[in-house]
């Protein structure tokens, strides 16, 4: 029986030959980070008469993983920790980081050889003259084969697919990460708006019930002949004009509920109908880790995607670079056959005598056209150039980010401050100018222009407390707010993996935890940047 087997194993010993010697062999670009232009520090704004400082501690370094904790609202604590359990759009992320796995599966398996094993069994009745000479009427034909194919990877062209796709995949993961970096970003500042939203009204309604006030003292005093109809006029028109302003107020407060109840995957009168109660307590972070440039590097998941996708692209100019080259083909067969005709009959189809075995080769060699074939190579590699482009462009916006807000902190904060003074003033103008009128000092302009500044100074101080929340958050995601820079598989909902599970076999892959090329990113984002793009031949 060993002696059955002994083509095959020449055959396959000739394979794993081949592999080894071709091993080492790729062509095509080896990827390196692109270079790419980042300061050393940030314009962090100073203490002026028009901006403030913002309070940062070298010791108290962002909490990348709960970065909202330091806004102290047991609310958007939960809404975040709902959204990254059931965003949808997030859940997309994910699956598509598994769809990207299951395609470098695909790929890893095109470097081995391919074997296949094929059975035939046929029976063929014979005419009428072939049975009377052949003294049957019958012929019966089996056979049994297994057959290797293997396209040797001389050049490479195979390994750098699947380099491409490995790199690919991880680009699918890192994406996952800005998602979810991005997704929380998106529901503080849904939740701040709701939260400015139900201040401005409250604010419209404290401002009404003033008014009501001045209205109702108007119509007294008229009433008593010691006003004209214009103060009574003026006294209408401005209340009612206040209230014409809560219904776009309550209007644009549900639609950031819809908003946000949608963020965290569930239908727009959720929030209304779970969280409608709660009170805001949203407050600014007391102080502001931010670091250095060069951190966004490995602390922005977004700047890590479009690595990786660089990186795939030039993995592509050496599969197309291959094709420049010969290709080799080698194969091998090893089975029985046997038939049954008329008279003739070759035994059982399991011996020695009814084996057949055999190798092939294979080369192909592009002749007419090479032309094309370069010029394919010159597309993927004007593509590549592109990604790296997009790589050190994002670079660039990422410290833009944090640079714009730094300044809507400053600003806003500095503002904050002014309008509190404003604020104060104004409720001491608009109670004297009643009081004035109430004695008959002033008429009643004076008391709707006082209202109006009143009215006006709380809106604009409601509206910068809350861009100085939007500032925080702006930060917080510019500096990869979210994640905690390692890259692990995402998880899946539970239905969810039980109704795919239920579809298609997935093994484990849908279950899997941990970094899924037991690669950190710590560990792939160390070191200097190259000066060039790419190294190699």
């Not at 709701?194 to 003292?217: F, G, H, P």
């Not at 100085?468 to 510019?478: I, M, N, P």
């Not at 599970?501 to 792939?524: A, M």
Request: glycine share 6%; proline share 4%; hydrophobic share 40%.
């Amino acid at each position: 029986m060993k002696q059955l087997f002994q083509p095959l194993k020449l055959i396959l010993v000739g394979m794993g030959s081949t592999l080894f010697a071709t091993s080492c062999m790729m062509v095509g670009p080896d990827f390196a980070r692109p270079a790419s232009k980042v300061e050393t520090t940030y314009n962090k704004p100073t203490s002026s008469e028009f901006t403030a400082a913002i309070p940062e501690s070298q010791n108290a370094y962002l909490n990348p993983a709960q970065w909202w904790a330091s806004f102290d609202d047991p609310t958007l604590t939960k809404l975040l920790e709902k959204a990254s359990g059931q965003n949808l759009t997030l859940q997309q992320a994910a699956l598509r980081v598994f769809q990207m796995q299951a395609q470098l599966g695909v790929s890893d398996a095109s470097v081995l050889p391919t074997v296949e094993l094929s059975a035939s069994s046929a029976q063929y009745r014979n005419s009428v003259f072939q049975e009377i000479t052949n003294n049957s009427n019958n012929l019966i034909t089996k056979n049994v084969v297994v057959q290797a194919n293997w396209e040797i990877d001389f050049w490479g062209k195979l390994r750098r697919g699947v380099e491409s796709n490995l790199s690919s995949y991880l680009s699918a993961v890192a994406a996952y990460y800005a998602s979810d970096v991005s997704i929380s970003a998106d529901v503080a500042n849904a939740y701040i708006n709701v939260r400015n939203n139900e201040a401005l009204i409250e604010v419209a309604k404290t401002n009404l019930a003033l008014q009501a006030e001045s209205l109702r003292i108007a119509n007294a005093r008229f009433n008593y002949g010691a006003t004209s109809m214009l103060d009574l006029s003026q006294a209408t028109s401005q209340y009612e004009q206040t209230k014409s302003e809560i219904p776009p107020l309550i209007a644009s407060l549900r639609k950031s509920e819809y908003a946000l109840s949608v963020l965290l995957g569930e239908p727009p009168d959720y929030y209304a109908k779970h969280f409608g109660a709660t009170k805001g307590a949203l407050k600014p972070p007391p102080e502001l880790g931010v670091g250095i440039p060069r951190d966004l590097l490995r602390r922005r998941p977004d700047v890590l995607q479009a690595e990786y996708a660089a990186a795939a692209q030039s993995a592509l100019i050496g599969v197309n670079k291959a094709a420049l080259f010969p290709s080799f083909t080698l194969g091998g067969i090893f089975g029985f056959a046997t038939s049954n005709y008329g008279s003739v009959n070759q035994g059982p189809m399991f011996s020695w005598g009814n084996t057949s075995s055999g190798l092939t080769g294979g080369l192909v060699f592009p002749l007419f056209y090479r032309g094309a074939i370069i010029d394919q190579i010159r597309v993927q590699d004007a593509v590549f150039q592109q990604s790296v482009l997009a790589y050190q462009n994002q670079v660039l916006m990422a410290q833009k980010e944090v640079e714009e807000s730094l300044i809507t902190i400053s600003t806003s904060k500095s503002s904050v401050e002014d309008l509190k003074k404003s604020v104060v003033a104004a409720k001491s103008a608009a109670e004297l100018a009643l009081e004035r009128y109430k004695a008959g000092q002033n008429d009643y302009s004076t008391v709707i222009s006082a209202q109006q500044s009143l009215l006006r100074v709380q809106n604009s101080s409601v509206q910068m407390q809350t861009n100085q929340l939007l500032g925080y958050v702006g930060a917080f995601k510019s500096l990869g707010g979210g994640w905690a820079a390692d890259m692990k598989v995402p998880q899946l909902p539970k239905q969810m993996v039980s109704e795919m599970e239920e579809r298609t076999d997935w093994g484990s892959v849908l279950t899997q935890t941990g970094d899924p090329t037991n690669v950190r990113i710590g560990k792939v984002l160390t070191g200097t940047p190259d000066s060039s793009a790419t190294s190699g031949k």
